[in-house]
């Protein structure tokens, strides 16, 4: 009888892992981890231990993250997914923390990596962070160029577009934007992937070719089917709409398509996606719309010189457009003298 509960709970769990995987999509980290924490059995579901994780790495929680990992690592030492959250967590947290612990925590996160490749060598998210510790991390704490050029040479016998985007990261950490949009122009895929074009949106950004770098995230949204790589590339279509003077347009779909997406959770940027906006319509003579979203802006605590005077300076704008018009009313409502 208790080993047919046990299966019945890890049924009904199983059932709700795509449930979970949206929570966690959309940025409802607290939703999330209060709805986990009722399974009782949540612990003994290597799923949900993975996105429990995500949830926690998400957070920047890392000193939680570990905790959890270690234990989960403990209980599903087969699982590639959990050694490769893992060590990632750990290499960060080794990037964080002080020196004499950076060292020891870098080595058990690239062996936990290591694991996870070894687990399943497709992973290649797994693969691509040991490639880019290799290429970015100093010998002394581990680190081998050679090792990372290797590595990516040995993807493109496996996976051309996979290979391509551990070249041009490695290219991008030894600061050689162009060399990696050269190389991205010379061999992108047709149909092109959403990640390879995020990539290259992102060089042209950092090269100030934003014309091109806004064609190139309208593209990876299309062709994304990650729900964060979609909306992320959203986000960056509003932003550039604005500081890049984009189709304002376009840029105002993809902002109301991704604050739609991440209404009432906890995404960091939903602040900047809503003042965005705002500028948008703003410059679009939507006065009122951009009214009523800085409005829901003022109490937002964003500890951001940038963004707290872009806030004041739209205020002030929309103020003083608001005064002019005051007066016509006024004007046009006033009752003839007879």
């Given at each position: 009888?208790?080993?047919?509960?046990?299966?019945?709970?890890?049924t009904?769990?199983?059932?709700?892992?795509?449930?979970?995987?949206?929570?966690?999509?959309?940025?409802?980290?607290?939703?999330?981890?209060?709805?986990l924490?009722?399974?009782?059995d949540?612990?003994?579901?290597?799923?949900?231990?993975?996105?429990?994780?995500?949830?926690?790495?998400?957070?920047?929680?890392?000193?939680?993250?570990?905790?959890?990992?270690?234990?989960?690592i403990?209980?599903?030492?087969?699982n590639?997914?959990?050694?490769?959250?893992?060590?990632?967590?750990?290499?960060?947290?080794a990037?964080?923390?002080?020196?004499?612990?950076?060292?020891?925590?870098?080595?058990?996160?690239?062996?936990?990596?290591?694991k996870?490749?070894?687990?399943?060598?497709?992973?290649?998210?797994?693969?691509?962070?040991?490639?880019?510790?290799?290429?970015?991390?100093?010998?002394?704490?581990?680190?081998?160029?050679?090792?990372?050029?290797?590595?990516?040479?040995q993807?493109?016998e496996?996976?051309?577009a996979?290979a391509?985007l551990?070249?041009?990261?490695?290219?991008?950490n030894?600061?050689?934007?162009?060399?990696a949009?050269?190389?991205?122009?010379?061999?992108?895929?047709?149909?092109?992937?959403?990640?390879?074009?995020?990539?290259?949106?992102?060089?042209?950004?950092?090269?100030?070719?934003?014309?091109?770098?806004?064609v190139?995230?309208?593209?990876?949204?299309?062709?994304?089917?990650?729900?964060?790589d979609k909306?992320?590339?959203?986000?960056?279509?509003?932003?550039?709409?604005v500081?890049?003077?984009?189709?304002a347009?376009?840029?105002?779909t993809?902002?109301?398509?991704?604050l739609?997406?991440?209404?009432?959770?906890?995404?960091?940027?939903?602040?900047?996606?809503?003042?965005?906006?705002?500028?948008?319509?703003?410059?679009?003579?939507?006065?009122?719309?951009?009214?009523?979203?800085?409005?829901?802006l003022?109490?937002?605590?964003?500890?951001n010189?940038?963004?707290?005077?872009?806030?004041?300076?739209?205020?002030?704008?929309?103020?003083?457009?608001?005064?002019?018009?005051?007066?016509e009313?006024?004007?046009?409502?006033?009752?003839?003298?007879?």
């Amino acid at each position: 009888m208790k080993a047919l509960l046990l299966f019945i709970a890890a049924t009904v769990s199983s059932a709700d892992i795509s449930h979970y995987e949206q929570l966690l999509a959309s940025a409802r980290y607290t939703e999330l981890e209060h709805q986990l924490i009722q399974q009782p059995d949540y612990k003994q579901q290597g799923e949900l231990l993975v996105i429990y994780a995500r949830a926690l790495i998400n957070q920047q929680r890392l000193e939680d993250a570990n905790t959890l990992l270690n234990y989960a690592i403990e209980q599903f030492p087969q699982n590639s997914e959990l050694n490769y959250l893992a060590g990632l967590s750990k290499i960060r947290l080794a990037s964080d923390g002080n020196v004499f612990a950076a060292k020891e925590r870098a080595a058990r996160g690239v062996a936990l990596l290591q694991k996870a490749v070894s687990l399943q060598p497709d992973h290649y998210a797994a693969r691509q962070a040991l490639i880019d510790f290799y290429s970015i991390a100093p010998a002394a704490a581990g680190g081998d160029k050679e090792l990372a050029n290797s590595m990516a040479a040995q993807l493109a016998e496996e996976n051309p577009a996979q290979a391509l985007l551990a070249r041009s990261r490695i290219l991008l950490n030894e600061k050689k934007p162009t060399e990696a949009l050269a190389l991205l122009n010379s061999m992108i895929p047709d149909p092109p992937n959403a990640r390879l074009l995020a990539r290259k949106a992102q060089i042209l950004n950092e090269l100030a070719l934003y014309d091109e770098a806004f064609v190139n995230y309208r593209q990876a949204a299309e062709h994304a089917t990650d729900l964060t790589d979609k909306y992320n590339a959203l986000y960056h279509i509003g932003r550039l709409a604005v500081t890049a003077d984009q189709d304002a347009m376009a840029g105002i779909t993809a902002l109301q398509q991704y604050l739609e997406f991440y209404r009432d959770s906890e995404n960091k940027t939903l602040p900047w996606a809503t003042l965005r906006l705002a500028q948008l319509m703003y410059r679009t003579g939507d006065t009122f719309e951009a009214s009523l979203l800085v409005a829901g802006l003022t109490n937002a605590q964003v500890e951001n010189e940038e963004f707290n005077l872009i806030l004041v300076s739209l205020l002030s704008a929309l103020k003083t457009k608001e005064a002019k018009a005051e007066p016509e009313h006024q004007t046009e409502d006033k009752p003839q003298q007879i």
